[in-house]
């Protein structure tokens, strides 16, 4: 725990210098996957040429598993066709999986079962722990590739001292995107308490606009949970041992006031009626369009979601800003920071050697680059040496604004192993009305500790 938090300070440190030297970038990129650069001779260890290719080899093709956002999607394809091009003997067979809780239930079906993909894209922290790495993903312990990852990345992709990742795609932001235009013709400021937040959403329904974006469609549900988990930078404000206590079982949501506070939030936006009419059945990809066309004023988000709204509207993606959610506090109001997702290999695979080589590529500025022009980064990366384009989308400058000040911190999962897998599910029921906050709360202290047991 002690490493895990000050490798959570590290991370802190680490964004801000990342940004602050590449200066931050969430636009979308120029090029396309064919402008990744050419093979190189050499293979050093400093993050700024791809490995390569040791020569020849028969065909090959690896499997791999990704999630279907778009962002995902665009950012395999790109980093694939870039990858074959310095490899022609290695091609790839991709199979999409959906996101949340179903998504989570096929990888751990797939690797009980030693029918998972050579290669495979997921969460990193305490998702990850939750798979059993040791049994079921390649080691990479010692391998060159990792002297091209930020060393703030490895607590969340290591388990006892063993590592089985590199990251994939960039760190993120989870807060509150809106749409300025709406604040300026509504009077609107960026709000720094819940109580601020909570007037301009009253503010908004009387002018008849839906104040926040709600989407808890099956597939979608994964997404009603941000109230909750990006509010844990205000939690650590009040709360600065909560991760420690709660992984020891010395503390409860339910119990803790500042932690209870998320699913409060949840509870007061229906109570309010803050959400579109079509919360149930809308889903994420709908809050999406819906944001873009300004028909919500807010949606909670994770910053990746930045890309995707670019690739439906960029026009409607310059009119979007970004703010963390609010606390009780203005003073200690920060931004709750997410660590990339990771790039795995199963401990089964039939191809190891193709799959490092391929693992490598994504740990490498060239492959950093290949992700950047197949989407617009979300945050920066977490690879040696790699920098983001000059056009930043405003708000991934508001995320970046945070980072600056240092007024941003990790997620919970990246400070603790322990998370409830029926979360999304507890925070649907708040959302909509069928569960009170208190007993949400509850509930979810039940899910962690049956995780706990079963971790």
């Known amino acids: 725990?002690?490493?895990?938090?000050?490798?959570?300070?590290?991370?802190?440190?680490?964004?801000?210098?990342?940004?602050?030297?590449?200066?931050?970038?969430?636009?979308?990129a120029s090029g396309d996957a064919t402008d990744a650069p050419?093979?190189?001779?050499?293979?050093?260890?400093?993050g700024?040429?791809?490995?390569?290719?040791?020569?020849?080899?028969?065909?090959?093709?690896?499997?791999?598993?990704?999630?279907?956002?778009?962002?995902?999607?665009?950012q395999t394809d790109a980093l694939t066709q870039a990858f074959t091009e310095l490899h022609p003997n290695i091609t790839f067979d991709i199979e999409q999986r959906p996101g949340g809780g179903d998504g989570d239930n096929i990888v751990k079906t797939r690797l009980s079962t030693e029918s998972m993909s050579d290669v495979f894209f997921y969460n990193s922290g305490s998702l990850l722990q939750a798979l059993n790495p040791e049994e079921s993903i390649l080691d990479?312990?010692?391998?060159?590739?990792?002297d091209n990852v930020v060393d703030a990345f490895f607590p969340s992709v290591t388990q006892n001292d063993k590592v089985f990742g590199v990251p994939f795609g960039t760190g993120m932001g989870g807060g509150i995107f809106y749409n300025?235009?709406?604040?300026?013709?509504?009077g609107l400021s960026v709000p720094t308490t819940w109580e601020e937040f909570a007037a301009n959403n009253d503010k908004l329904l009387a002018a008849g606009i839906t104040p926040v974006g709600a989407s808890y469609a099956a597939g979608s549900t994964w997404t009603s949970q941000l109230f909750v988990l990006a509010d844990f930078y205000n939690v650590a404000q009040a709360e600065p041992t909560f991760a420690e206590d709660y992984t020891a079982n010395k503390v409860k949501y339910a119990t803790t006031p500042a932690a209870v506070r998320g699913f409060e939030h949840l509870q007061e936006g229906f109570d309010k009626g803050w959400w579109n009419e079509d919360y149930g059945s809308a889903t994420y990809e709908d809050a999406l369009q819906m944001l873009a066309d300004g028909e919500i004023a807010?949606?909670?988000?994770?910053?990746?979601?930045?890309?995707?709204?670019?690739?439906l509207n960029?026009?409607?993606?310059?009119?979007?800003?970004?703010?963390?959610?609010?606390?009780?506090?203005?003073?200690?109001?920060?931004?709750?920071?997410w660590e990339p997702a990771g790039a795995y290999i199963a401990a089964n695979t039939d191809h190891p050697e193709e799959a490092k080589q391929f693992l490598a590529f994504v740990?490498?500025?060239?492959?950093?680059?290949?992700?950047?022009?197949?989407?617009?980064?979300?945050?920066p990366y977490l690879v040696e040496g790699a920098t983001l384009p000059d056009d930043v989308l405003p708000a991934i400058k508001d995320l970046q604004a945070y980072v600056d000040a240092g007024k941003a911190g990790p997620a919970l999962e990246f400070l603790s192993p322990v998370k409830g897998p029926n979360l999304e599910f507890i925070t649907v029921e708040v959302g909509s009305g069928l569960k009170s906050a208190a007993d949400a709360a509850a509930s979810y202290d039940e899910d962690v500790e049956k995780q706990a047991q079963q971790l």
């Open 48 to 74: 700024t040429t791809a490995p390569a290719d040791e020569g020849g080899g028969e065909d090959v093709t690896l499997t791999l598993l990704i999630d279907n956002t778009e962002v995902t999607v665009a």
């Open 140 to 146: 990479l312990t010692g391998d060159p590739m990792l």
């Open 363 to 379: 740990a490498s500025v060239p492959g950093t680059e290949a992700m950047t022009a197949g989407s617009p980064p979300a945050g």
């Open 38 to 46: 050419a093979d190189p001779t050499d293979a050093p260890t400093d």
């Open 1 to 28: 725990m002690k490493r895990t938090l000050r490798s959570a300070v590290t991370l802190v440190a680490s964004l801000s210098l990342l940004a602050a030297a590449c200066g931050d970038d969430d636009d979308a």
């Open 180 to 186: 300025k235009k709406i604040y300026e013709e509504n």
């Open 298 to 311: 807010h949606y909670p988000m994770l910053t990746f979601a930045v890309s995707a709204i670019a690739a």
């Open 314 to 337: 960029e026009e409607a993606a310059q009119d979007l800003g970004f703010f963390a959610q609010p606390g009780d506090d203005a003073a200690t109001n920060g931004l709750t920071l």
